[in-house]
């Protein structure tokens, strides 16, 4: 998050991730999705400060959450043996993508490419918590 902004956003993203992380844990405690949360809770802070600081979403941190946050649900589904959240995010992950970059098409100035990438990764997290008690189940 290097930018020409001073100390104080650093401080802040820093406060925030341990904030989201530690909730990540009261909420998931030690289960087979708390890997996948932990991720998604880190990516989202950082993209959030350097959101607010560049205005823009880094790709080099949007684009390996693909790979690496469904890679995480996929073994948490693996674990606890249950596929259906998967499926279901899977899903949501596709309708809001899809959603969003009908969005950045017809309003080119309003949002950029990241958003929808963001969402529909965030989306398919949070359509594993749609229905379950924070497993895979």
Known sequence: ?????????????CV???????GMVWRFGWS??????LYLGAILVVISA????TG?????????????????????SAISGT???LVRAGVGMALMGAFFLVLALMFPRG???GD??????????????????????
């Open 1 to 13: 998050l290097r930018s020409k902004h001073d100390n104080r956003w650093t401080v802040a993203a």
């Open 116 to 137: 929808p990438l963001t969402v529909s990764w965030r989306e398919s997290s949070v359509s594993i918590l749609a229905g379950s008690d924070g497993t895979t189940s």
């Open 32 to 37: 087979a999705t708390l890997p996948a949360f």
């Open 56 to 76: 823009r979403v880094p790709n080099r941190v949007v684009l390996p959450a693909y790979i690496v946050g469904p890679g995480l649900f996929v073994i948490a």
């Open 111 to 113: 949002m950029g490419m």
């Open 16 to 22: 925030a991730g341990s904030a989201v992380e530690s």
């Open 83 to 85: 596929w259906s959240s």
């Open 50 to 53: 350097a959101d607010l600081t």
